[in-house]
């Protein structure tokens, strides 16, 4: 593997061809018409346009991204996170084609990536799931049954899905056809397939999430947990590592879990394993993310282990180098999604021009972006402007390290989060780890109704 192209845009494809050029490979960039200013762009070794600026008609053409693996000879595809990285016809089909696939086998994304089957996986290997249908679901009527059963409030959830989507709550038998029907138009739309499975609603949980990474040899561990609870309609925020909530032993568990669930399919490559954590402290498996994460960049900081980089060694055949007994964990991270959105008007995102963007710097401050001033954030995509990440001793010190960070961070042209994340650092429940996945949600609540 000498020329790795990535199918992807915005600042994951700046952090992987970083990652890349480290490790002395050569990159392929490819891009829409409307990205065709873009930084990966710009950092890659060659480029390729591969269409229009829709998705579906770029990022998400897989005939048009195999066509430029073959003009510029590329051997390799890394497709980051989002678009096609969680596609299991899509591994399958570089695999054909002679492509090394820089992530799980399509057999493990299929039996992983599918909610109601990595449930059904959780199962086996005695890891504790929250209650909810077996399966996929296929008729209202079913659902009706199942939710009788399990007793509403009820998550009808996409069995392909990912990020937040094709979810809605049914809180009554009178609630449950529309909301069946709406998740799975939405399934459809965003992944190809109407499949939906239902899962009981816990109340006010905290989202928790464990980093694992397995070589082809059986090779396989974890490098500790993140903290994502701090969410607005079920999109991160705000992460941060090690988690508030785990006790050592609860901890042990939950990361033995974890290892238990990949290790059970022989599973290679990075990948995360998801928990709600309810107020007594025991958690339930959620679901399995075979890819690099948004938030992996907090394991990053206190592991000091570059995950894009083992993702790569793994995709050439290495066996990982660390053990589990080498991975220790120093100091605590965090990382502020900033986004061009308007958290005064429902987060409501904010396409156009930046007029001038100064990112902070200084000790303990990283900042993962594909933004410059003059760039265009694009209404076609999401509306990620940067990832702004700190790091402290504590997690008061990586706090007081995130205000000054935020207060440095100058945008202009477009609303941004920056004045949401800095008001959360001031928040009392946040501060003291009161939060949950629904903590933002009952705040806009209140605020409106006020």
Same mark, same amino acid.
């Given at each position: 593997?000498?020329?790795?192209?990535? $199918?992807?845009?915005?600042?994951?494809?700046?952090?992987?061809?970083?990652?890349?050029?480290?490790?002395?490979?050569?990159?392929?960039?490819?891009?829409?018409?409307?990205?065709?200013?873009?930084?990966?762009?710009?950092?890659?070794?060659? $480029?390729?346009?591969?269409?229009?600026?829709?998705?579906?008609?770029?990022?998400?053409?897989?005939?048009?991204?195999?066509?430029?693996?073959?003009?510029?000879?590329?051997?390799?595809?890394?497709?980051?996170?989002?678009?096609?990285?969680?596609?299991?016809?899509?591994?399958?089909?570089?695999?054909?084609?002679?492509?090394?696939?820089?992530?799980?086998?399509?057999?493990?994304?299929?039996?992983?990536?599918?909610?109601?089957? #990595?449930?059904?996986? $959780?199962?086996?290997?005695?890891?504790? %799931?929250?209650?909810?249908?077996?399966?996929?679901? #296929?008729? =209202?009527?079913? $659902?009706?049954?199942?939710?009788?059963?399990?007793?509403?409030?009820?998550?009808?959830? #996409?069995?392909?899905?990912?990020?937040?989507?094709?979810?809605?709550?049914? @809180?009554?038998?009178?609630?449950?056809?529309?909301?069946?029907?709406?998740?799975?138009?939405?399934?459809?739309?965003?992944?190809?397939?109407?499949?939906?499975?239902?899962?009981?609603?816990?109340?006010?949980? @905290?989202? %928790?999430? %464990?980093?694992?990474?397995?070589?082809?040899?059986?090779?396989?561990?974890?490098?500790?947990?993140?903290?994502?609870?701090?969410?607005?309609?079920?999109?991160?925020?705000?992460?941060?590592?090690?988690?508030?909530?785990?006790?050592?032993?609860?901890?042990?568990?939950?990361?033995?879990?974890?290892?238990?669930?990949?290790?059970? =399919?022989?599973?290679?490559?990075?990948?995360?394993?998801?928990?709600?954590?309810?107020?007594?402290?025991?958690?339930?498996?959620?679901?399995?993310?075979?890819?690099?994460?948004?938030?992996?960049?907090?394991?990053?900081?206190?592991?000091?282990?570059?995950? =894009?980089?083992?993702?790569?060694?793994?995709?050439?055949?290495?066996?990982?180098?660390?053990?589990?007994?080498?991975?220790?964990?120093?100091?605590?991270?965090?990382?502020?999604?900033?986004?061009?959105?308007?958290?005064?008007?429902?987060?409501?995102?904010?396409? !156009?021009?930046?007029?001038?963007?100064?990112?902070?710097?200084?000790?303990?401050?990283?900042?993962?972006?594909?933004?410059?001033?003059?760039? %265009?954030?694009?209404?076609?995509?999401?509306?990620?402007?940067?990832?702004?990440?700190?790091?402290?001793?504590?997690?008061?010190?990586?706090?007081? #390290?995130?205000? @000054?960070?935020?207060?440095?961070?100058?945008? !202009?042209? =477009?609303?941004?989060?920056?004045?949401?994340?800095?008001?959360?650092?001031?928040?009392?429940?946040?501060?003291?780890?009161?939060?949950?996945?629904?903590?933002?949600?009952?705040?806009?609540?209140?605020?409106?109704?006020?």
């Amino acid at each position: 593997m000498k020329k790795i192209l990535i $199918a992807n845009r915005g600042e994951i494809a700046v952090r992987i061809i970083r990652a890349c050029h480290e490790l002395g490979l050569q990159t392929v960039a490819v891009h829409s018409e409307a990205d065709s200013e873009a930084l990966h762009v710009l950092h890659a070794d060659e $480029a390729v346009c591969i269409g229009k600026a829709p998705c579906r008609s770029s990022y998400l053409k897989m005939s048009s991204i195999l066509s430029a693996c073959e003009i510029t000879g590329a051997d390799a595809v890394h497709p980051g996170y989002g678009f096609l990285s969680e596609n299991g016809r899509f591994a399958a089909i570089c695999k054909t084609c002679g492509l090394n696939f820089i992530g799980p086998s399509s057999e493990h994304i299929l039996e992983l990536g599918d909610k109601a089957r #990595a449930k059904a996986l $959780a199962k086996k290997v005695r890891c504790p %799931v929250i209650p909810g249908s077996e399966g996929v679901v #296929a008729s =209202v009527e079913e $659902a009706l049954d199942i939710a009788c059963q399990i007793g509403f409030p009820i998550f009808i959830k #996409a069995a392909l899905g990912g990020g937040g989507r094709g979810i809605r709550i049914a @809180r009554s038998r009178e609630e449950l056809p529309s909301q069946f029907a709406a998740a799975q138009a939405e399934a459809s739309l965003s992944f190809g397939s109407d499949a939906v499975y239902l899962e009981k609603v816990l109340q006010n949980p @905290r989202h %928790v999430e %464990v980093q694992i990474l397995g070589d082809r040899f059986g090779n396989i561990i974890h490098l500790g947990e993140r903290d994502c609870s701090l969410q607005r309609r079920r999109q991160k925020l705000i992460e941060e590592a090690p988690s508030l909530h785990l006790t050592p032993r609860v901890r042990k568990k939950m990361c033995k879990a974890a290892l238990s669930l990949v290790k059970s =399919v022989g599973y290679h490559s990075l990948g995360t394993v998801e928990f709600l954590l309810d107020a007594s402290g025991q958690f339930y498996f959620m679901e399995v993310n075979p890819r690099i994460q948004v938030e992996h960049t907090i394991t990053e900081m206190i592991t000091g282990v570059d995950l =894009v980089k083992e993702q790569i060694r793994v995709a050439l055949g290495e066996k990982l180098q660390l053990r589990q007994k080498d991975v220790s964990f120093s100091g605590h991270a965090m990382q502020f999604r900033i986004n061009a959105e308007d958290p005064v008007n429902h987060f409501s995102p904010c396409p !156009g021009v930046l007029e001038y963007y100064l990112p902070s710097g200084g000790p303990h401050v990283r900042v993962d972006s594909a933004c410059y001033s003059g760039c %265009v954030i694009s209404p076609y995509y999401d509306s990620l402007i940067a990832k702004l990440i700190v790091r402290g001793s504590t997690r008061e010190e990586a706090i007081f #390290a995130g205000k @000054r960070a935020l207060r440095e961070f100058h945008v !202009g042209g =477009v609303p941004t989060t920056i004045s949401f994340h800095q008001k959360m650092l001031e928040d009392s429940c946040f501060l003291t780890g009161e939060h949950d996945i629904s903590y933002v949600d009952r705040m806009e609540i209140s605020r409106m109704q006020n």
